[in-house]
């Protein structure tokens, strides 16, 4: 098998594959002893990952199911700088918020992390003080987007603008009572599980062993037991620490850990009953006060309607649903801001995801602080737990900090805030021949990607009608980024299974392709 082009700052090979998966399983079930061993690999643990492996100790970071299996792929997709938070008075997590905006949009990933314009009409529903009072925020935020280091030019200020240009950025907004908008600069993801696989495979550049289909029991003297689900087989891995990135199922692993899950729950709709908008739009929910939805255009022609913030009681699933209830609340608040109303027929797909907040004295799961939590058992298990996929680089440093300290371990500061992601490169014109959307997925890979191509033409088209996922992308996925079955394609590498019907048309593509993907 070959591998992957390299950035000249990876030690190791940034490529995970089955093969790779195979040797490194067998060296930890022969006795190997790691520095670090971390559990879960959802964003917060790719990212634990990193940081470990970066500062030069020894890692394994394990998962039951694949990389951004839980949490982390449910996500809005921004990357955002703590507006809401600073409305609700936290400021620290306001500020905390900007700086990891800023240093994934213009440092360790520009090439997965865009600005995005948001639309707030001025309706009725917006009141003359309201539009004031969000005005004010507004520049709040633009002055803690300054205060965090983050440039204009990356984030343009807020302005009021006109009726006529809202209505460009997002043809299908009501035109009924417009008095104008208010328009501002956030970040977003290209994809979530994106940035996921990206942090996982520069840990592995830096030598870290990233190992999915394991699950863990909870650790005892620094001994996990750990089954393969591929094969059967349970074996010991041996480490020094053991960090618990688990997020929503922390508890199984450290039964202290009092967590208070919620579920949030995201449309997926056609963009062009929007009008292909331009920008998202923030829509007031109706009857209430500092309760919004948003409204998010996607690159291949989806938008996302979220977002729900439901209490979760009982047994956490693997895989979350929407409640209908939700659906039509998403759908009711949305068509208030519409020129057309849109219905539960026009909806092609939704998804769910849990958050893992903290147990605290707030009524509602909304209210419950979004600040992340570091603790340390007397056993010495560091678990790490809250936060949000925008801080999940500062919640990383905070665990293995933690971890460090705990194991004695002869580690250097955290290096990750300016430690490039694979692939990290700023969006540009594409070459010759090289499809924009590689460019905006994979960035400095882009040519890689197409290359594996090479000597067959037909892996650069469609792997389906409508679908914009190429051949090659799901070469890519099993070569290089640890995809391992179809669903691991379809869910996580390229999200064609947000939309059911999207995911039966590319089925067939896709096992053909993996059939063969070994074959070099």
Known sequence: MTSAPQMDTLPHSASLSAGRRTRELADLANGQTVDVLVIGLGVTGAGVALDAASRGLSVAAIDAHDLAYGTSRWSSKLVHGGLRYLAAGEFGLAYESAVERGILLERTAPHLVTPLPFVLPLTPAVGR??????????????????????????????????GAEARRLFPAVSSRDLRGALLYWDGQLVDDARLVVTLARTAAGHG?????????????????????????????????????????????????????????????????????????????????????????????????????????????????????????????????????????????????????????????????????????????????????????????????????????????PCRTARLPLVGAARQGTPPDGLPARFVSRYGAEAAAVAAVAKGDPALLRPIADGIPVTGAEVLWAVRHEGALDEDDVLDRRTRIGLVPADRERALAGVRAILATAGDQ
């Open 208 to 412: 870290a062993a990233i190992l999915t289909r394991c699950r863990a029991q909870p650790p005892r003297a620094g001994v996990v037991s750990v089954l393969d689900t591929m094969s059967g087989r349970r074996f010991e891995i041996r480490a020094r620490t053991v960090v618990n990135a688990t997020g929503v199922w922390a508890d199984q692993i450290d039964p202290s850990v009092q967590l208070r899950p919620s579920r949030g729950t995201h449309l997926v709709l056609p963009a062009h009953l929007l009008g292909h908008p331009a920008a998202a739009l923030t829509v007031p929910v109706p009857g209430s006060r500092n309760r919004f939805a948003i409204v998010l255009p996607q690159a291949d022609g989806r938008v996302y309607v979220g977002l729900t913030d439901e209490p979760v009681t009982g047994p956490v699933p693997d895989v979350a649903q929407p409640d209908p209830g939700e659906i039509s609340f998403l759908l009711e608040t949305l068509s208030s801001a519409l020129e057309t109303p849109i219905g539960v027929g026009d909806v092609i797909g939704a998804f769910a995801g849990l958050r893992p907040l903290l147990a605290g004295a707030a009524a509602r799961t909304a209210d419950l602080s979004r600040r992340h939590a570091v603790r340390t058992s007397p056993d010495a298990l560091v678990t790490v737990v809250g936060g949000k996929l925008t801080t999940y680089r500062r919640m990383a440093r905070d665990a293995v900090d933690a971890a460090v300290a705990v194991g004695r371990l002869p580690a250097g």
């Open 129 to 162: 003080t309201g539009a004031a009072t969000t005005r004010l925020g507004l520049l709040a935020a633009d002055a803690l987007r300054a205060a965090a280091g983050t440039s204009r030019s990356a984030l343009p200020a807020s302005r009021r603008i006109s």
